[in-house]
């Protein structure tokens, strides 16, 4: 929907009271009354001015003036870019709620497995302390083989053990390398086991590649002896149909010379070749049998002689007839063409003549048209506008 903008006839009126008070304030200016400058009017003055601006934008604004302003248009997207940031917001809350929950979750879960971890710590610390005590293997050996000295080898006065010293450190160490030998050799035990393993695995692949191999060439095998059976079969077949054939074809000749012969006896024992001119009249309707009529007799010939030369005489007279219509017709035909001459002459002569008087006109035209563009030039035509002229013009609302 276009909507135009108009003004009121309220704002006509204030606009030509504004006019003639414009008009009353040049006059003042033009004789030089010095009166009490109004601020009702210099309002209006302004008002004015700023209501012929703006007539002025919209009336020499080609689209606005044109194509008029759609409101209800711009309104509706006004809307629509609203609706849409309003649901681009709701899903940024969305996500940033849906971020939260996330972390918090990752949050929990790393605590939990913290908290996991140091319940498996504490529970394997506590099993080391409670049943590997003496073995020391995770402890790195540390206090696991102590040998307490009797307190009777040692006096109240001896002072044969100091503080930070360990006299069972040679033993400990004793021990140390023999578990690091049985480690070693469980070590050794378990590589060549895993070798062993890895081996026999490798020596079941290879049979069962080798299985597969043999597999493969039997099927080949056998798909080649199927296929030289087949191939065997086909030539015997084709063998048999190529006999087959063979014998039809014997068949086919033997029969066809028995036809030929069969038909040359009955042509040579036939009417026909035994000269019956009574074979030749049996037809019924009274027709002639064309396969065994032996010619005419000499009163039909004569007599087809005699139509013949009948026929030959009125043909003569015919043509002699169409002799005649023809010379005739050529004569009125040579007439009818220079009768068409004489008028293609006459015509030629009144185009040639009507040509000349155009072209007699035409300069008269000319001279008079050169006439008249003389005085356009040189005496209607003097005073040409200039540029000022043409811009005096489309320079107000009104």
Request: hydrophobic share 30%.
């Amino acid at each position: 929907m276009r909507h135009f903008t108009l003004l009121p006839e309220v704002a006509c009126a204030r606009e030509q009271q504004g006019f003639f008070e414009d008009k009353v304030s040049k006059a003042v200016t033009m004789y030089k009354v010095d009166l009490p400058e109004d601020q009702y009017t210099s309002k209006a003055v302004e008002r004015r001015r700023a209501a012929e601006s703006a007539r002025k934008e919209r009336i020499f604004n080609t689209r606005l003036r044109v194509m008029g302003l759609d409101l209800h248009g711009l309104e509706q997207q006004v809307q629509d870019r609203k609706h849409q940031e309003h649901l681009e917001r709701q899903r940024d809350k969305a996500h940033d709620f849906l971020r939260l929950n996330q972390d918090e979750a990752l949050v929990q879960q790393d605590n939990s497995e913290k908290e996991q971890q140091i319940n498996v710590h504490s529970h394997l610390a506590h099993y080391w302390s409670t049943y590997q005590r003496d073995a020391g293997l995770n402890n790195d050996l540390r206090g696991a083989l102590t040998h307490p000295v009797p307190e009777n080898e040692l006096g109240p006065a001896s002072m044969q053990m100091f503080e930070g010293e360990d006299k069972g450190a040679k033993d400990r160490r004793i021990e140390q390398i023999k578990f690091t030998e049985r480690n070693l050799s469980a070590q050794k035990s378990d590589n060549e086991r895993r070798r062993m393993a890895e081996k026999h695995r490798d020596t079941l692949t290879g049979l069962g590649l080798m299985y597969e191999d043999q597999r493969g060439r039997e099927i080949c095998a056998l798909e080649e002896d199927c296929r030289r059976a087949a191939r065997v079969a086909l030539d015997n077949y084709n063998h048999a149909l190529t006999t087959e054939q063979a014998e039809q074809k014997r068949e086919e000749s033997r029969r066809e010379r028995r036809e030929n012969l069969a038909e040359v006896w009955h042509t040579v024992t036939s009417d026909m070749m035994t000269e019956c001119p009574e074979a030749a009249e049996k037809q019924p309707g009274g027709g002639v049998l064309t396969d065994r009529w032996r010619g005419m007799s000499p009163a039909q010939l004569r007599a087809i002689h005699r139509e013949r030369e009948k026929q030959c005489e009125e043909k003569r007279k015919q043509q002699d007839k169409d002799k005649c219509s023809r010379t005739s017709f050529g004569v009125l035909l040579l007439k009818a063409s220079q009768a068409a001459e004489d008028d293609e002459q006459r015509e030629t002569e009144m185009r040639r003549h009507r040509r000349r008087e155009m072209d007699l006109s035409n300069r008269l035209l000319a001279r008079e048209q050169q006439t008249h563009q003389e005085y356009l030039d040189k005496i209607v035509y003097t005073n040409k506008p200039s540029k000022d002229y043409f811009l005096q013009f489309n320079t107000g609302s009104r």
